[in-house]
């Protein structure tokens, strides 16, 4: 198990943030600040992923030793359907870890 120092990590946004307007996805735009959306990286890894698209940080998520960030690394792109599976799987676990009884 690897214990993280929530102050040494940062939210990374998997559909950028503040994405180029040549490289806005219209489906992505409305729901970029969502949880599925969202990963846990190390600052300077956080630094190197910016604002390049999907297929330019899938390096930086492999290498991740958060699950839930090197998961992504095996998807071949970032698009609305891979972010409602993703939320689904989010979903589950949540679930599993928290009583909504």
Do not use: E
């Given at each position: 198990m690897h214990v993280f120092d929530i102050a040494s990590t940062t939210l990374e946004h998997v559909y950028p943030s503040n994405a180029p307007?040549?490289?806005r996805d219209p489906k992505m735009e409305p729901?970029?600040?969502h949880l599925a959306n969202l990963t846990i990286m190390a600052e300077n890894d956080n630094?190197?992923?910016?604002?390049?698209?999907f297929s330019k940080k899938k390096s930086e998520y492999a290498k991740s030793s958060v699950g839930?960030?090197?998961d992504l690394a095996s998807l071949s792109a970032?698009?609305?359907s891979e972010f409602g599976g993703r939320e689904t799987a989010l979903i589950k676990m949540a679930s599993k870890v928290f009583s909504f009884d």
């Open positions: 307007a040549s490289k729901i970029k600040h630094l190197a992923a910016g604002n390049q698209p839930l960030t090197c970032w698009t609305d």
